[in-house]
């Protein structure tokens, strides 16, 4: 009788602890920032002694710099006041199975300046495989829709078959890292 009770016991505590690991592995989705059910990484940053217009320049400037590729988010008669309304790509490299993927993640940064504080919003978030052939493939595209599944509780056998959870977790952290980076490289250049 007394064996029989830690066995009784093992078994529960083992599954409790089990849970516990993925709850904590599966967070990266709640830590990803949203409005309503679209990823949108956003802030106001207060900056002293300097001017709209200096940070304008610094804000062009380190758009110019900081991506490979950009282009404008509006069209070209647009009424924004933005000091930058742009689309960026931003590189990374994922590895959803064995190999390391590069990928493109495309953005749209806007930044408005004010005297000693500008905001940035980062929105409209699409990621994809660089090679044409691994796109075709099927790769997940939308962090808004894996935030979306990975905050389920089960995924249930149709999303499970096209995403896990690891695969998930994997790609939001990538694209994280990567926009966090962006941030960071963005509050930099706006203090110097």
């Not at 529960?12 to 679209?38: R, W």
């Not at 389920?152 to 994280?176: C, D, P």
Request: glycine share 6%; charged share 20%; net charge positive.
């Amino acid at each position: 009788m007394l064996m029989k009770l830690p066995k009784a016991i093992l078994l529960p505590t083992l599954l409790l602890l089990s849970n516990l690991i993925y709850a904590q592995k599966d967070s990266i989705v709640f830590k990803i920032p949203t409005e309503g059910d679209k990823v949108v990484y956003s802030g106001t940053v207060p900056v002293n002694n300097k001017n709209r217009f200096t940070l304008e320049a610094a804000s062009k400037a380190w758009l110019v710099n900081y991506f490979k590729s950009y282009r404008s988010a509006g069209p070209a008669d647009s009424q924004d006041t933005s000091s930058v309304f742009s689309q960026g790509l931003l590189e990374y490299k994922v590895r959803p199975g064995m190999v390391n993927i590069p990928f493109s993640c495309q953005i749209t940064l806007r930044i408005t300046c004010k005297d000693d504080t500008y905001a940035y919003r980062i929105s409209n978030i699409f990621f994809r495989p660089k090679s044409d052939f691994l796109d075709a493939a099927g790769y997940q595209n939308s962090p808004d829709y894996l935030v979306k599944v990975g905050r389920r509780k089960h995924l249930g056998f149709g999303t499970a078959w096209k995403v896990s959870r690891g695969q998930i977790r994997e790609y939001l952290t990538q694209m994280n890292t990567a926009i966090l980076a962006c941030i960071a490289s963005l509050n930099k250049a706006m203090i110097e």
